[in-house]
């Protein structure tokens, strides 16, 4: 697992610098209104690819079995489904598309709006569409527990059009051509999934049946997608129409770097996701109880680091990035920081929720999305970019942080109300101690004047590793804590024999 990890941080690592460059380059040459454009379209199709339902994780947790059994035509009949409901899905989309097409200028804050606007909106459905041509490879793989080959065929692809992308940029200024490469990018990554599964996988047949499981648990994930689009995908799309179509750009910069940060952490997850899916549906809930406080302490704790260096850090890396024209507040930046926090913490909850199956929860997306919505409008209103971030947290933490480990500690662990007050509680008490302990030990000899990307690098290291420490040490007052340190300990120590 660890030669996975190191692998994936190298492929995520490579992409992401090429992603930021590009982006620099794309204010640079086209301006922050066509990054703004870019952006809300990004948001708007997430919507519309609400027909997707949740089906890729639907169909990864029907695979993780049948794949342990070698039962080969339960995985071909899954597979059989999961390519004729997508076919489906491709043609919805493109209808929606087509309908949203002419009310494209309700969504956006511009003084002129442009018809070519229209061309760049429908090759960007044709660009989503044309990844319904390999996803169901990528499950497979994922499922059969060979997710590093199918990070380097993404990474390997997209790094190669990415450059293309920016020197483009900067030769042609051309949007247009940005979207056909996005376009072609797709297409290459088919090409070479489908080359590997025809290579690997022929034990795979063609059939006609059909895997009803499917159904039961797309219905609950649909209400899941709801929520997750709402809560993560609403931001741009009322900044657009709130404020203007520049702030998105201005504020999408700052979310490029909490997405990177989410890529970061997913290095780790997408490796254990498989396994922890093994795991469960191997051994008892008790045992899978144990492992997820232990693996959820460790994440707690990656959150805060996470959370807190981004708040000083942030602006010093935007600034240098694209400029000091481009820098938000204080306020909005710990605003931002409180969600990179939340969004670093929920993964694990949802890694041992969709792990055991518990996708019928359908309350939690519909609060959440009804909760956030209302909350963001009236306060976006009110305070333009921080009200509608402030509503995003609101939900966050009604939702995300008390409601939903609520059910799944009942339905996953067999564990009750006061086993989740007792161990949430104790995560409560260490992040008051360890904001405390930060704002008291760091707070004062941080301080450092950042003129360039080398001061910026050796300032983030220094903030990292102090960060680190104090967390750590702030740690070790929680059992799991100390019992992941004694067993992370008993590994090191049979290696070194």
Same mark, same amino acid.
């Given at each position: ?8 941080f ?5 992409t ?22 870019m ?5 708007l199709l ?9 089906l890729g994780?639907?169909s990864a947790?029907?695979?993780y079995?049948?794949l342990i059994?070698?039962?080969y035509?339960?995985?071909?009949i899954?597979?059989s489904?999961?390519? @004729? ?19 494209l ?9 442009d ?9 960007y459905?044709l660009n989503?569409?044309s990844?319904?041509?390999?996803i ?14 199918v ?12 450059i ?8 042609? %200024?051309?949007? *247009?051509?940005?979207?056909?490469? *996005? ?8 090409i ?8 690997n ?10 895997y ?5 648990d ?5 209400w %899941?997608?709801?929520?997750s689009?709402?809560v993560?995908n ?6 657009s129409?709130l404020v @203007?179509?520049e702030?998105?750009g ?20 997408n ?9 469960i549906a191997?051994n ?18 990656i959150?805060?680091?996470?959370? %807190?260096?981004s708040?000083?850090l942030?602006?010093?890396?935007? @600034?240098?990035?694209?400029?000091k024209?481009y820098? *938000? ?7 931002i920081?409180i969600?990179?926090?939340i969004?670093?913490?929920?993964i ?10 518990f996708?019928?929860d ?13 909350f963001s ?13 402030m ?11 008390i409601?939903?480990?609520i ?8 564990? &009750?109300l006061?086993?989740y007050?007792?161990?949430y509680?104790n995560y ?5 101690f360890s904001?405390?302990?930060l704002?008291k030990?760091i ?6 004047e950042?003129? @360039?990307?080398? &001061? ?11 960060t680190s ?5 702030v ?10 340190v004694k067993?992370?300990?008993?590994? *090191?120590s049979?290696?070194?024999?």
């Amino acid at each position: 697992m660890k030669k996975e990890i190191i692998l994936n941080f190298i492929f995520t690592l490579s992409t992401s610098i090429i992603i930021f460059l590009q982006n620099k380059y794309f204010v640079q040459y086209m301006g922050i209104e066509t990054l703004g454009i870019m952006k809300l379209f990004t948001q708007l199709l997430q919507y519309l690819n609400i027909v997707e339902m949740g089906l890729g994780n639907a169909s990864a947790f029907a695979l993780y079995k049948p794949l342990i059994e070698k039962n080969y035509q339960q995985v071909s009949i899954i597979l059989s489904t999961i390519k @004729s409901i997508y076919n489906k899905i491709a043609l919805l989309l493109f209808c929606l598309g087509i309908l949203v097409t002419p009310i494209l200028p309700f969504f956006m804050k511009v003084k002129y709006f442009d018809k070519i606007i229209y061309v760049y909106w429908i090759l960007y459905v044709l660009n989503t569409i044309s990844t319904y041509l390999f996803i169901k490879y990528v499950v497979l793989f994922t499922a059969n527990q060979e997710f590093i080959y199918v990070r380097f065929i993404q990474s390997l692809s997209k790094f190669i059009y990415q450059i293309l992308q920016i020197w483009l940029i900067i030769k042609y %200024h051309s949007f *247009l051509i940005f979207i056909i490469l *996005l376009i072609l990018d797709n297409l290459t990554q088919y090409i070479l999934f489908k080359r590997y599964f025809n290579k690997n996988y022929s034990f795979v047949f063609s059939t006609k049946g059909r895997y009803k499981g499917l159904n039961r648990d797309i219905k609950n994930l649909f209400w %899941h997608k709801i929520g997750s689009l709402v809560v993560f995908n609403t931001d741009l799309i009322l900044i657009s129409k709130l404020v @203007s179509i520049e702030i998105v750009g201005v504020y999408a910069s700052y979310q490029m770097v909490v997405q990177m940060i989410t890529t970061i952490i997913n290095i780790i997850t997408n490796v254990i996701r498989p396994k922890i899916g093994k795991y469960i549906a191997l051994n008892s809930k008790e045992k899978i109880y144990q492992l997820f406080k232990k693996i959820n302490v460790i994440f707690l704790l990656i959150a805060l680091v996470f959370s %807190h260096c981004s708040y000083i850090l942030i602006n010093y890396f935007v @600034s240098l990035w694209i400029g000091k024209e481009y820098i *938000l507040p204080r306020l909005t930046v710990l605003l931002i920081c409180i969600n990179i926090f939340i969004i670093c913490f929920r993964i694990i909850i949802d890694i041992f929720k969709d792990g055991s199956g518990f996708f019928d929860d359908i309350q939690c997306p519909i609060l959440e999305s009804i909760i956030n919505f209302i909350f963001s409008i009236i306060l976006g209103i009110k305070y333009g970019v921080n009200g509608i971030i402030m509503g995003t947290i609101i939900s966050n933490i009604l939702i995300i942080l008390i409601y939903k480990p609520i059910l799944t500690f009942k339905r996953c662990f067999n564990q &009750d109300l006061k086993e989740y007050v007792k161990v949430y509680g104790n995560y409560l008490i260490l992040i008051i101690f360890s904001l405390l302990s930060l704002n008291k030990i760091i707070k004062g000899f941080l301080f450092s004047e950042i003129n @360039s990307w080398l &001061d910026w690098i050796l300032y983030s290291i220094k903030v990292s590793i102090f960060t680190s420490i104090v967390l750590s040490v702030v740690f070790l007052f929680n059992k799991d804590f100390r019992n992941v340190v004694k067993e992370s300990r008993k590994i *090191l120590s049979k290696e070194n024999k």
